[in-house]
């Protein structure tokens, strides 16, 4: 079968992969590029726990297709700690007990950066909003957002 | 299945005219990424519009805007003057799926994927927006409610494909709205969508119209009669019902879990009225 040599950066780091027509970014992330932190929740667009970025965009990567990104800039899960310092949200969430099992915790990570970064002040309706992409089967959501809008808060002052 | 990524309009076509095995366009790959892991789909190749700038462009045409079949939601909420033209049609944009969909989906895919429940596609009839369509057979410029035939049925030829949509220039004095009612806050398809846009005359009476209804019949609906009975007076109440009754009367809707047949109609003549509401107002403040 056809493989398409793809070129891209990941995280900040140049990136090259084969893969075939049908596979999705997710797959490639996780089964060849052993980027396992995003997770496949539903493979369908509805629970948000693959949540990339691509080019600063927040995007489902189980609806790109890895042949897309050639020449793109994605950031997953991986490229969120500097090195063993966590970033901000990802204290938030140890803090605030905002995740149980952590399956989604990633996709809510890089969707709550992707905010953030728009957005320092959001109000808590346009975190709900913003998250509603994203499923959790264990917190009830709100240690979630309690946590993102008090990183919010912190990273204002 | 091949992937093709072609810079031109006309490197689109020939290859979507050249492959056999039913080749597919790909834009935000909300609804088509969906459909080729469930197994529904299985194209021999797919063809990537977004490296073609007419597909992703947003530009001004004629006081209105041409909006790139391609271009995601996100970006044309983020573009101030097009939401300020036409915020119904952002806001039916915007209505779909979550941040992320938002990343990716586009209003081309959302009209030829062809559900008869797609939230843009009413609010676009309201606004008597076109699209440009591109085959082998060259070029040719209709109206978004000639385009779907059916749920997953349009007009489009082998090899044809949509390039972009036009959403006019319209005076001052002019609204438009769309809602749609789901038993949910978000993530849900609409049991009923509405858009209607609206401009006043120096009069303050109704002196255009246009109505459309989604999600109760195979297809989203232009309703002239609703429009009928707004144009040529004061849009009072009165003449809300009669445009509502007007709604009412063209509904053919399904019976499903989200809604019998006399509650979509019921709820349709209810949005339908709510809806020319609003648009009234952004009219008033125009
Ligand atoms: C979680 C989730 C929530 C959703 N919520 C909503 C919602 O609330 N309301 C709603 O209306 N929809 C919703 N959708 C459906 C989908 O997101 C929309 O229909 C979207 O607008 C499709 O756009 P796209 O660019 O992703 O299309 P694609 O998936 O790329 O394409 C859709 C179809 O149209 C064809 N196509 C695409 N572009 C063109 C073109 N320019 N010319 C010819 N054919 C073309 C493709 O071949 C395919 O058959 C949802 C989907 C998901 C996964
Ligand atoms: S795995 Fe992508 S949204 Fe669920
Ligand atoms: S912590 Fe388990 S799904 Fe969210």
């Known amino acids: 079968m056809a493989k398409y040599h793809i070129t891209t950066r990941i995280n900040g780091d140049d990136v090259e992969f084969l893969c075939a027509p049908e596979q999705t970014l997710l797959d490639v992330l996780r089964d060849d590029l052993r980027l396992t932190g995003s997770k496949e929740g539903c493979a369908s667009g509805d629970c948000g726990a693959c949540s990339v970025t691509i080019d600063g965009r927040l995007v489902c990567s189980c609806l790109v297709l890895a042949a897309e990104v050639g020449g793109q800039e994605i950031e997953t899960i991986e490229g969120m700690a500097d090195g063993d310092r966590l970033h901000p949200l990802q204290q938030k969430f140890l803090d605030f007990a905002a995740l149980q099992c952590g399956v989604c915790t990633p996709g809510f990570l890089i969707a709550a950066k992707a905010l953030l970064d728009r957005n320092s002040n959001p109000s808590e309706t346009e975190v709900r909003y913003w998250l509603a992409g994203n499923l959790c089967r264990c917190t009830g959501y709100d240690k979630i957002v309690r946590a993102v809008l008090d990183t919010a808060a912190d990273m204002r002052d | ?286």
């Open chain 2, 1 to 286: 299945m091949r992937y093709e990524a072609p810079q031109t309009v006309d490197q689109a076509i020939s290859l979507l005219a050249g492959t056999h095995g039913n080749p597919r366009v790909l834009a935000g790959g909300t609804d088509l990424l969906v459909q080729l892991r469930a197994g529904f789909i299985d194209p021999e190749l797919i063809v990537d519009i977004k490296q073609i700038d007419e597909t992703t462009a947003i530009t001004a045409e004629d006081g209105g805007f041409r909006v790139g079949a391609a271009v995601s939601g996100a970006r044309l909420k983020e573009h101030d003057t097009l939401s300020l033209l036409w915020p119904g049609v952002v806001e039916a944009a915007d209505l779909i799926g979550s941040t992320q969909i938002q990343g990716r989906a586009s209003m081309g895919g959302n009209l030829c994927n062809a559900s008869p429940a797609a939230d843009t596609v009413p609010a676009l009839i309201a606004a008597g927006a076109t699209c440009a369509l591109a085959g082998p057979g060259g070029r040719r410029e209709v109206p978004v409610e000639e385009i779907c035939t059916g749920p997953g049925q349009t007009i489009l030829t082998d090899g044809e494909f949509v390039v972009s949509i036009l959403l006019p220039a319209r005076g001052s004095r002019s609204g438009d709205a769309y809602l749609r009612f789901i038993p949910r806050t978000e993530m849900d398809i609409a049991v009923v969508g509405v858009g209607v846009s609206l401009s006043l005359g120096a009069d303050g009476q109704c002196s255009a119209a246009r109505v459309a209804v989604g999600a109760v019949a195979p297809t989203a609906l232009l309703v002239p009669a609703a429009a009928e009975a707004l144009v040529g007076g004061v849009v009072d109440d009165a003449a809300i019902d009669a445009m509502a009754a007007a709604v009412r009367a063209v509904c053919r809707p399904i019976d499903d879990k989200r809604g019998t047949v006399a509650y979509r109609i019921e709820v349709a003549g209810v949005l339908a009225g709510r809806v020319c509401r609003i648009a009234l107002e952004r009219a008033g403040s125009t």
